[in-house]
């Protein structure tokens, strides 16, 4: 649901959103104890959400814009507050469905506090916050900088910004292969380790998971 809420801020469609997330959360739902039917219904349930979710939502919120003549901006704002009451509802149906199942939580590699756990919460929303005012702030300001001429540079600053992702992606260590079938016993690692001094590439920080 979490993949769907963030993939629905940049894409209005249900279909784009199944098919991106539904290919990595179906299976994994499946493998922590839920049904086929139930993984699916619930992909589709949050991909479906992901339509009402502001900035990019589906078609319907353009049309409102048309035939009423509102402004956007309006409709994204009264489009926050059903989309949020949705992912609730749907998170809590879908922790209602786990205790009837009796399904618990998988346990944690790295025991954290209360604390800690509410830091790094507070850490991920920051950083889209950030990310997004940059992003809408900077392309403002390359558009009123250099007017006509803003398109190609935006281009070159977001295949600079690819390059550099693949560049970080090529770094990262080989996923290990399981069986995508067998039971789930414990989380995944959410990263690999972040070192500093790393003796196998020679660098003062690495991605090398050493």
């Given at each position: ?7 629905g ?5 249900s ?5 991106t ?7 994994l ?7 086929g ?5 619930v992909?589709?349930s949050s991909?479906v959400n992901?339509?009402?979710?502001p ?9 409102m814009v ?11 704002k ?13 998170f809590?149906i ?5 205790l009837?199942?009796g ?5 944690r590699?790295?025991?954290?506090s209360?604390q800690?756990r509410?830091?790094?919460?507070v ?6 916050i950030?990310?997004?005012a940059?992003?809408?702030?900077g392309?403002?300001?390359i558009?009123?900088?250099?007017g ?13 910004a ?6 970080v992606g ?7 292969i ?5 039971p789930c ?5 959410p ?7 790393c003796?196998t ?10």
């Open positions: 649901m979490v993949s769907s809420a963030a993939t801020i940049i894409s209005g469609s279909i784009a959103n199944v098919v997330t539904g290919t990595f959360t179906i299976p739902m499946k493998r922590v104890g839920y049904r039917d139930q993984a699916g219904a992909e589709v991909s992901g339509q009402i979710m900035p990019v939502m589906g078609a319907a919120a353009f049309l048309e035939y009423v003549g509102i402004p956007y901006v309006q409709v994204m009264h489009a926050i507050l059903p989309a949020l009451i949705s992912y609730i509802a749907l809590y879908v922790h209602l469905e786990a009837k199942a399904m618990e939580g998988l346990p590699r790295q025991q954290s209360g800690q509410l830091i790094s919460f850490m991920t929303v920051s950083g889209f950030i990310l997004s940059i992003t809408y702030y392309i403002g300001f558009k009123t900088l250099f006509s001429s803003a398109a190609p540079i935006i281009a070159i600053v977001l295949l600079a690819y390059l550099f992702l693949l560049w090529s770094r990262q260590p080989e996923l290990e399981d069986d995508p079938n067998s016993s414990n989380c995944p690692k990263a690999p380790r972040y070192v500093r001094a003796t590439c020679c660098r003062w920080w690495c991605w090398c998971g050493a």
